[in-house]
């Protein structure tokens, strides 16, 4: 079993900056994968970007260059900058350990 708390969500203007932590506890040491999706309301969640165990990362082509995920033992952050009001989501966590696993989302806003 994989728990997963986000956090760093907020409301900022557009081109400006947030970072998402996502904590991870229980078996993190079977977790090879671990990603950041988003969904708006009445859409579908979609991924933004992923971390494979080996470092491996991949990006949906609306952030590349914009936004880096990156992890540091337990934790998975999604640094965001030059922020859009498309951005404008709630984004979760997930991480892959045998099965998927989804963090409660955390609200992100971006203004014009």
């Known amino acids: 079993q994989v728990q997963l708390v986000e956090s760093g969500g907020g409301l900022v203007q557009a081109g400006g900056s947030l970072r998402l932590s996502c904590a991870a506890s229980?078996?993190?040491?079977?977790?090879?994968?671990m990603a950041w999706h988003r969904q708006a309301p009445g859409k579908q969640r979609e991924l933004v970007a992923g971390?494979?165990?080996?470092?491996s990362t991949n990006y949906a082509d609306s952030v590349k260059g914009r936004f880096t995920i990156s992890r540091d033992n337990a934790k998975v952050y999604l640094q965001m900058n030059s922020l859009q009001p498309d951005d404008t989501d709630v984004y979760y966590c997930y991480a892959v350990a045998r099965r998927g696993y989804w963090g409660q989302g955390t609200q992100v806003t971006v203004s014009s």
């Open positions: 229980g078996s993190i040491f079977s977790i090879n994968i």
């Open positions: 971390l494979t165990s080996g470092g």
